[in-house]
């Protein structure tokens, strides 16, 4: 049982690594060399391309996280729905608290990869230049940003929920 409790942490760390790793190197690294000139002609059909696959990849892996999230509780804990006191004490209002984040990037990024992004994709694609176009394609970006914010929030409550605080 151990062991499959070691595998369940590894799996849910290597799934937080995977999703923020692939948001961080398409902020840092893919879209600022996109965006170059160079690649003008090529960027809304390249950047089309990229967060869709990055779309799928990502709720695969936050769903993954989130079964291994289920799974560890109950090894924890011996259940998953815990009674009220528990969420009043201080280990359980953390995890609580890093529930709230979780709920709060879960439904961020389906707004973001299934109604906003989309529709800036789009309009990128019909008419770049548009008013209309920028609008989006900023509410878009914020969005994103404000879910990786919240993402990098979860991991801070993780690792002092894990360390007793
Ligand atoms: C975006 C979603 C999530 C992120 C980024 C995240 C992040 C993390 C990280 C980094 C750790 C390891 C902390 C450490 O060892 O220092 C952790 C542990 C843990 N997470 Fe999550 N988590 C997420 C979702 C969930 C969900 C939905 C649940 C429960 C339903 C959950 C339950 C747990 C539990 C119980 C542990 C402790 C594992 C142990 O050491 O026994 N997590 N999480």
């Not at 996109?34 to 892996?61: G, H």
């Not at 804990?77 to 979780?102: A, H, M, N, P, S």
């Amino acid at each position: 049982m151990h062991h499959l409790y070691l595998f369940l942490v590894w799996w849910h760390i290597l799934g937080v690594t995977i999703w923020l790793g692939a948001n961080f190197f398409l902020v840092l690294v893919l879209l600022p060399i996109a965006k170059k000139d160079t690649y003008r002609d090529f960027y809304p059909q390249l950047f089309a391309d990229i967060v869709m696959r990055l779309r799928a990849v990502s709720w695969f892996v936050l769903s993954s996280v989130v079964i291994s999230g289920v799974f560890l509780m109950m090894f924890r804990f011996g259940k998953v729905i815990v009674t009220w006191d528990f969420w009043r004490e201080l280990y359980g209002e953390t995890l609580f608290i890093k529930l709230c984040f979780v709920a709060a990037v879960f439904i961020g990024s389906f707004l973001h990869d299934f109604h906003w992004g989309p529709k800036a994709i789009a309009l990128l694609q019909q008419n770049p230049e548009d008013a209309q176009t920028k609008k989006m394609r900023r509410i878009s970006s914020y969005i994103g940003r404000i879910i990786f914010l919240f993402g990098l929030i979860v991991v801070f409550l993780a690792v002092k929920f894990v360390r007793g605080g």
